[in-house]
């Protein structure tokens, strides 16, 4: 998988923005990223002809004034630590439709969001977007985790989690203090008792083939010099995304980082129900949605044309 290089930052002029600001500063810096887009979107760039003929003197375009608003932010929050060149761009049009469209035209390796669950927004352009990127995103929520040292990885050895797992690598290799935990949960087949086993010898037999799956899947990559712990937890209830978030917040997770699911390259721009279930359950942890940015443009493109 490519490093992460170039991030776009969909901005809002609300309170959400110096939490994101924050945010990235610290990942750019850690990541050494090549160039940042603080990206927003109005929905007119123009004045109404009434409003510019009752108000003479309201000569700035709002593009401008948008952008000096967008800069104090930065200014404000992030001082001299934004060591990345960064670019304000101000658009208009409909906010998903333009965010999906300038993260192809800057070829962007990953898109971040705010993550709103009490400030103003109701998160439905963040859910288009998730669903439509041409490439990873991530869902950063209100109040930051403290510091960035634990990344919780769903592992259910697919190709899906290869995407996790190599992604959770590019940041671990770039951040020293990162642990990966790669999480595996697993069930009991129905049937099970036909074997002449318990429920619960079963469940231990499924727990000692997902440690092999595991040791198999690990071997596949270089991990020198990363910390790495698997954790296997089984799941009785179905709900398999909120036994994530609930071990991520368990285990105080720094990120939660899940591959989108599918198999086809529809399926790959878009995301799967778990994925898209921990967007709703999760509005504490910040939350990476990987996905491969070269092998969704072509069907971003003609998905956007209809």
């Not at 697919?158 to 990966?180: C, G, H, Q, V, Y």
Request: proline share 3%; charged share 25%; with cysteine.
């Amino acid at each position: 998988m490519e490093e992460i290089k170039r991030i776009l930052v969909a901005v809002d002029l609300t309170e959400m923005d110096e939490t994101l600001v924050q945010y990235v500063t610290e990942l750019s810096n850690k990541l050494s990223l090549d160039k940042i887009y603080f990206f927003n979107v109005l929905k007119n760039l123009e004045l109404p002809d009434a409003i510019a003929k009752k108000y003479p003197d309201l000569l700035a375009p709002l593009d401008e004034s948008t952008k000096k608003s967008i800069q104090y932010t930065i200014n404000e929050e992030a001082g001299n630590q934004l060591k990345a060149n960064y670019e304000i761009k101000v658009t208009e049009g409909n906010r998903a439709e333009q965010i999906l469209k300038w993260a192809k035209i800057k070829e962007v390796d990953l898109i971040v969001l705010g993550r709103k669950s009490g400030l103003e927004g109701d998160g439905i352009i963040s859910g288009k977007v998730v669903k439509l990127a041409p490439c990873s995103v991530i869902l950063v929520p209100e109040i930051l985790p403290q510091n960035l040292n634990k990344a919780v990885t769903p592992i259910d050895f697919s190709a899906t989690s290869e995407l996790a797992f190599e992604f959770s690598l590019i940041l671990a290799s770039n951040i020293p203090d990162l642990k990966i935990t790669c999480l595996n949960i697993y069930d009991v087949p129905s049937g099970y008792s036909m074997l002449g086993k318990t429920y619960e010898e079963f469940a231990q037999i499924m727990q000692n083939n997902a440690e092999e799956s595991f040791n198999n899947f690990l071997g596949k990559y270089d991990t020198k010099g990363i910390n790495i712990e698997a954790k296997f937890e089984l799941d009785e209830s179905g709900h398999i995304a909120k036994k994530i978030y609930q071990f991520s917040m368990k285990e105080k997770a720094s990120v939660i980082v899940i591959g989108s699911k599918g198999r086809t390259q529809v399926a790959a721009v878009l995301i799967g129900s778990i994925a898209e279930k921990l967007m709703k359950l999760n509005a504490q942890i910040p939350l990476i949605v990987v996905k491969h940015r070269r092998h969704n443009m072509d069907f971003l493109e003609a998905l956007m044309e209809l």
